[in-house]
């Protein structure tokens, strides 16, 4: 078996993975299946490609690992689902906060027209951006800057999705949200965050849904915006 055959077994192995958690998870939910597009992105992009070498044979375990910089790649489950709650479209223009090391940002940009993504870890945006060119992506552009502003250059965006929590939706994103639009954001206190779907209706009236309880990292830069 070769190195690509055995990564594309454990990923499919990924792929079943996530199918079950969201048949367990079907009461938060609402529903027992993701997007079938999405499932199929899951099961192409190479995440072992988007961590530490070192870590390349657990990369498609159901949960999250250590990328440097104090920083984890999220669990595929929550990668999905968050991808899942976007409704990416193909003429989607997406704002992603927390590049990362690209796996993400990898899924957005195989469903949607046009990513932004933004770092403010120096280290981790300059290996995403190495890794996603060699990947061969080229609707990704990338910042490194406090992600709590957002990317208004380029606002409106149709979809923004954040790996980091802040413990209130960011009020730069929510103006750079699109009307129509939607962002899937944790947000709270570290020990009570949720996985929030905002939706921002044609008059601009936005609402928000909890959907899940979930951990993740604080958003780094919320402190100095509040200050």
């Known amino acids: 078996m070769t190195p690509e055959e055995y990564f594309s077994a454990l990923r499919q192995q990924m792929v079943a ?11 938060h939910l609402g529903k027992a299946a ?18 530490p070498a070192e870590l390349q044979p657990y990369a498609y375990a159901n949960t ?3 990328i440097g910089c104090d920083k984890t790649i999220s669990q595929p489950f929550i990668v999905a689902l968050m991808t899942d709650l976007l409704d990416l479209h193909t003429d989607d223009t997406v704002l992603e906060i927390g590049t990362g090391l690209g796996y993400q940002a990898a899924v957005l940009a195989e469903l949607a027209g046009k990513v932004y993504s933004v770092e403010i870890i120096e280290e981790l945006a300059g290996q995403a951006k ?6 061969g992506y080229t609707n990704i552009e990338f910042k490194l800057g406090n992600g709590y502003y957002g990317w208004p250059e380029h606002a409106p965006f149709d ?6 929590a802040p413990d209130l939706i960011p009020a730069p994103l929510l103006g750079q949200l699109k009307a129509g639009g939607r962002m899937v954001i944790p947000a709270g206190l570290p020990d009570a965050q949720q996985l ?10 936005v609402t928000t849904k909890e959907v899940l309880r979930v951990r993740f990292s ?3 830069g919320a402190d100095a915006a509040r200050g």
């Open 218 to 220: 604080q958003l780094e």
């Open 159 to 164: 979809k923004m999705i954040v790996t980091a």
């Open 34 to 51: 993701l997007d079938g597009r999405v499932m199929e992105v899951m099961g192409k992009v190479p995440r072992h490609e988007h961590v």
């Open 196 to 205: 929030l779907l905002v939706e921002k209706d044609r008059q601009g009236r």
């Open 64 to 66: 999250p690992l250590p």
């Open 17 to 27: 993975e996530i199918a079950a958690e969201t048949i367990y998870a079907s009461a």
């Open 130 to 135: 190495g890794r996603l060119g060699r990947q």
